[in-house]
């Protein structure tokens, strides 16, 4: 199995200010995957970001809000850009094993945007 | 993305009953069907998870019942204990390598067990 530790666990941040959440996984994987869940809502996928390469968002996220970085194997990064109170969601990381058997989630960090 | 529909969105279940929450999905391609678990202020867990080549998954009290010509699939948790309330989720996801394939999740069932 693996353990994904995110950072930080919670925020409270200034509208027009930007947030970085940092995701470290304890084992090498090929993808990882940033997820947001607005309060008492389902997951919902933002954005696939594979090391080496540009991240690929999904339809109504952009790499102008939203911008990933994947530096290595065991870490990624997600931005909150000029933040909005709509931006209050729990941001979740998400990687496979290499063995491709399971997918492993972080204990997220929940932004409050005021 | 395409969409998992999940059912109900609450549930409130007895101590010592079964707990059972449905969903369909509409991409064929999908043949990989988790169910996560997810207590207040944690990331999800997976809890039990199918391929579409069996009909039926068991796992202790839980159980994955599989519907491919329905496009349909759900929980079956017995026994239902109040440390089963959480909320539930159930997944999608196409491709071999799953855990290297983007999940697509439910809305959502809130699960609660009484005494």
């Known amino acids: 199995s693996a353990v994904i530790s995110q950072k930080p666990s919670r925020d409270i941040c200034q509208r027009g200010t930007s947030l970085t959440i940092q995701c470290q996984v304890d084992s090498q994987v090929t993808m990882m995957f940033w997820y947001r869940q607005q309060p008492g809502q389902s997951l919902t996928l933002i954005a696939t970001a594979n090391q080496g390469s540009e991240a690929t968002y999904e339809s109504g996220f952009v790499i102008d809000k939203f911008p990933i970085s994947r530096p290595n194997l065991t870490f990624s990064t997600l931005t909150v850009s000029n933040m909005s109170p709509e931006d209050s969601s729990i941001y979740l990381c998400s990687a496979g094993t290499s063995a491709g058997t399971e997918a492993f989630f972080g204990q997220g960090t929940r932004l409050t945007v005021v | 993305q395409q969409q998992v529909k999940q059912s109900p969105q609450s549930l409130i279940v007895q101590k010592g009953g079964i707990s059972i929450i449905n969903c369909a999905y509409e991409?064929?391609?999908?043949?990989?069907f988790p169910w996560y678990q997810q207590f207040p202020g944690k990331g999800p867990a997976l809890l039990i998870a199918i391929r579409p080549d069996v009909s039926e998954k068991k796992e202790g009290r839980f159980t994955i019942s599989f519907n491919k010509s329905a496009k349909q699939f759900s929980l079956h948790i017995m026994d239902s204990q109040p440390g089963d309330s959480a909320t539930y989720f159930c997944?999608?996801?196409?491709?071999?390598?799953?855990?290297?394939?983007?999940?697509?999740f439910g809305t959502g069932t809130r699960l609660t067990i009484i005494p």
């Open positions: 991409n064929t391609a999908f043949d990989y």
């Open positions: 997944a999608a996801s196409g491709g071999q390598a799953f855990g290297n394939e983007k999940l697509t």
